[in-house]
């Protein structure tokens, strides 16, 4: 995939055809397996543009997610089909009334789509009923494989193609999602090198926003600041899911900036700020997630909950490999944030113990991370058969699978002060006693602190494709102007300053602990 330095890179839309053969490579094994006969079409009907309630207002159209994996077809109103007993592809264009011509462009030739998109065949959508019937290699009523299953991260289902005619035809609406979905779960190199690039522009614009963050400024400027970076400079129309940019109290929300919760609130002085903000390139996402002191400077409470967050993130960092288990990353990860949380003297007592109580749930009610890809949450975390834990945050968890070779998957340990999780846990007699509530007092309006990384799984290991500052010495660096990365002179500089100064607060009385 070729890059430029003066724009973004070329899309090699070979990807499209290698993951539709991928899928046909996948679907006659599993046909193979159930003594099914190698015939029928592959069938999905691509996104349509949709007006804002009753107006003629148009979103900005964003194909939906498998039928972009399987075509890549960026325009609306399309239909794709894949021949199963051969593995040659159609697809089915809107055929446009020539007033497209007079307000939204020039009406493209049917020629023009078969080359771009690499199929064998280009025809119009009224016309799907006769082609198909005439191609089907089968015997007796022509077969469609239609996509229609649970996505386990929304608890939604896709939507089966529909057309006029298809009841000419038998169709299957339980084998296509649970393969599709499976093949999706592992990445080729041409989609984590969009994957990669999607989080190189994202990190960079993550940086512009530490920069330029000033108190008395407002949430939405740093999401502004965000948006103009991926666009101007990395040509992202599309963002991976809605901005969150949290200050104060506001950071301990997990999933703030919704409409209710605009990204609206003034920066001041003392704050935190929790930046989740990610691009998406070419339909494929990044997910970034940094935290920093708005003054540029962390104080020392800043600094031990930040560093809390940054050790576990480091430590799931250094064990994910192939044959790995995501609880075990989970378990690992709130391990790190209770040992950090004793070592501040937020609590006291044995961090075994509390993990037996789950108390790491309180502080990181969410799951370690999340499959991605052409979506922020990618799916196949739960195949079918396999269960969700009900204990306290492992129930959060996307997945629950072992890792493996070529998955890539967020790492986003989070700590967050959050009075409905903390105040039941502080009543409860299992967990009281392991607060000291009044260093909890101090941290009631802290907000939270999340470090989230988007990490490909490699044959012994696994790379991170996520480049921030992520030490606080870093991050102070930069919000006082240094370039990313670094150089030796203002490493010296800052880190050498940094390891002077404590990065846990004081460690409260044994013998005073209130519960």
């Not at 935290?291 to 967050?309: E, H, I, W």
């Amino acid at each position: 995939m070729a890059s430029s330095s003066h724009g973004p890179p070329e899309i090699a839309m070979e990807l499209h055809a290698l993951n539709r053969a991928k899928l046909v490579h996948s679907f006659r094994q599993y046909l193979k397996a159930s003594s099914l006969p190698l015939f029928g079409f592959i069938l999905l009907q691509g996104g349509g543009e949709q007006s804002r309630y009753c107006s003629d207002h148009v979103p900005l159209f964003r194909q939906e997610s498998y039928f972009a994996y399987l075509f890549g077809v960026r325009e609306p109103g399309f239909y794709g089909a894949i021949d199963v007993s051969i593995g040659k592809s159609v697809l089915f264009a809107p055929r446009l009334t020539e007033d497209y011509a007079i307000w939204s462009g020039k009406i493209k030739p049917l020629s023009s789509f078969k080359e771009r998109y690499m199929v064998s065949l280009v025809c119009y959508s009224d016309e799907i009923t006769e082609v198909l019937k005439s191609h089907y290699r089968g015997p007796g009523k022509p077969l469609l494989y239609l996509l229609h299953g649970l996505n386990t991260d929304s608890n939604k289902f896709s939507t089966p193609a529909k057309f006029e005619g298809i009841e000419a035809f038998q169709t299957d609406m339980t084998s296509l999602h649970p393969i599709l979905s499976e093949i999706r779960v592992l990445k080729s190199e041409l989609e984590i090198s969009l994957i990669k690039y999607a989080n190189d522009i994202s990190s960079a614009a993550h940086i512009e926003v530490m920069q330029k963050s000033k108190v008395g400024m407002k949430e939405y400027q740093l999401e502004m600041i965000f948006l103009h970076h991926i666009y101007m400079h990395g040509g992202c129309r599309h963002c991976s899911y809605t901005c969150i940019c949290a200050t104060g109290e506001n950071s301990a929300f997990i999933h703030y900036g919704h409409a209710a919760a605009p990204n609206d609130r003034t920066l001041e002085d003392g704050d935190i700020a929790l930046m989740d903000m990610g691009a998406e390139y070419h339909f494929y996402a990044s997910d970034v997630a940094c935290s920093f002191p708005v003054n540029g400077k962390f104080t020392d409470d800043q600094r031990l909950v930040y560093n809390a967050v940054l050790k576990a993130h480091n430590a799931v960092l250094s064990t994910m490999k192939p044959g790995v288990n995501w609880i075990d990353m989970h378990k690992l990860a709130e391990k790190n944030i209770l040992e950090s949380l004793v070592a501040g003297g937020i609590l006291v007592g044995e961090v075994d113990s509390m993990m037996e109580e789950r108390l790491g749930a309180v502080f990181m009610p969410h799951g370690i991370g999340h499959f991605l890809g052409l979506d922020a949450h990618d799916p196949g975390g739960y195949p079918k058969g396999t269960e969700r834990p009900t204990e306290p945050g492992l129930k959060a968890l996307r997945t629950t699978r072992e890792l493996k070779e070529c998955m890539v998957i967020t790492v986003q340990p989070g700590c967050y002060f959050n009075d409905v999780l903390l105040m039941p846990a502080m009543e409860n007699p299992n967990t009281s006693k392991f607060f000291n509530q009044e260093a909890i007092e101090r941290f009631r309006k802290f907000g939270g602190v999340r470090i989230e990384s988007v990490v490909h799984v490699t044959s012994n290991g696994c790379e991170n494709l996520t480049d921030l500052p992520r030490e606080t010495w870093e991050i102070e660096a930069v919000m006082a102007g240094a370039s990313w990365p670094l150089d030796s002179e203002t490493i010296q500089k800052y880190k050498s300053t940094s390891s002077s100064s404590s990065s846990v607060a004081p460690e409260a009385p044994a013998t005073e602990v209130s519960t």
